[in-house]
């Protein structure tokens, strides 16, 4: 398969790799995992509790390149964003930024999803009215 | 025609590989080409058609998860990602960083070891629960059980399916 040029540089230079603490009040935890090709992947965010901004991100994925890009692309989209704007982020902004062809949307997906488990996570740590 | 009806089979999960293996080389002689050297272009496509069919159906049923996988397929049912329950994700997450040490050369062999043993104990057991579960879907099967039963069995090979895959990635990542 093709990589384009943008999934080989995420893939060379992944962006963001490594973990932030997951007992952290202000640090949200995504573990997602695609059965179909059986690829983990973890993101975390961590939040300005008063901005509700997120300030930093980490991924860690193991998995075929494209979900390596995916995720890498991921973390860098949502570091500045609110968790409404990070929500907003589809897997089909990935998909066009990374020129994804159709058997790797999956992977896309993935990182969508991670982006929400982390959402969640923080917003399950802070209370689940609080902003978004 | 499904891959069960090629081979004339009902729909269960326990399969005797030998038989199917017999099957197989017969209906393969009975499609073969050298057959249909003089019939009509129409029955010529049919015997090729025949062939690929009864080739795809043969390489699915004789593999116990593709098998299992078909299965579901046919009623509907595919692995989920969002079901994929969080504490086997924790796991496999776990030991693919404990498998980069032992691949990146910072890990014991002791560690090694005891990774290489836990893989294969999850492999096991995976195996024991698939079989297991596919027992009872034909059990089921066979006593004429209503579909909301059947259902349930299903939505249960399903689940046990959604790990198969971690554990292939696993096994092939640690080098067999
Ligand atoms: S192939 Fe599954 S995440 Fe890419």
């Known amino acids: 398969m093709a990589y384009s040029d943008k999934v080989i540089d ?121 902003t978004s | 025609m499904d891959y069960f009806e090629v081979f004339g089979l009902p729909r269960q999960l326990g399969i005797d590989t030998l038989a199917l293996e017999k099957t197989f080389h017969e209906l393969s002689r009975k499609y073969h080409p050298d057959y249909f050297t003089t019939a009509s272009p129409s029955e010529k496509t049919q015997a090729v058609r025949m062939t690929a069919l009864l080739n795809d159906a043969y390489r699915t049923l004789r593999h116990p998860v593709r098998r299992v996988e078909y299965l579901l397929s046919l009623y509907g049912f595919k692995p989920d990602s969002s079901k994929v329950p969080q504490a086997l994700l924790m796991e496999v997450f776990e030991i693919n960083e404990r498998l980069e040490e032992v691949k990146g050369g910072t890990a014991s062999v002791e560690e090694a070891d005891s990774l290489r043993a836990l893989i294969k104990e999850k492999r096991k057991r995976f195996d024991a629960e698939l079989q297991q579960a596919s027992l009872e879907w034909d059990e089921l099967v066979k006593s004429g059980q209503p579909e909301a039963k059947l259902n349930e069995q299903l939505a249960r090979l399903t689940e046990i399916l959604s790990e198969s895959s971690y554990i292939r990635n696993l096994e092939r990542d640690l080098g067999g």
């Not at chain 1, 949200?28 to 992947?41: I, R």
């Not at chain 1, 896309?108 to 982006?115: C, F, G, H, R, T």
């Open chain 1, 10 to 130: 995420h893939y060379n230079n992944p962006r963001n790799v490594g973990s932030l603490p997951k007992e952290d009040p202000n640090v949200g935890t995504g573990l997602v995992g695609a059965p179909e090709c059986g690829d983990v992947m973890k993101l975390q965010i961590k939040v300005n509790e008063e901005s509700g901004v997120i300030e930093d991100a980490k991924f860690k994925t193991f998995g075929c390149g494209s979900a390596i890009a995916s995720s890498s692309l991921a973390t860098e989209w949502v570091k500045g964003k609110t968790l409404g704007e990070a929500l907003a982020i589809k897997n089909t902004d990935i998909v066009k930024e990374l020129s994804l062809p159709p058997v790797k949307i999956h992977c896309s997906v993935l990182a969508e999803d991670a982006i929400k488990a982390a959402v969640t996570d923080w917003k399950k740590k802070h209370g689940d009215g609080l």
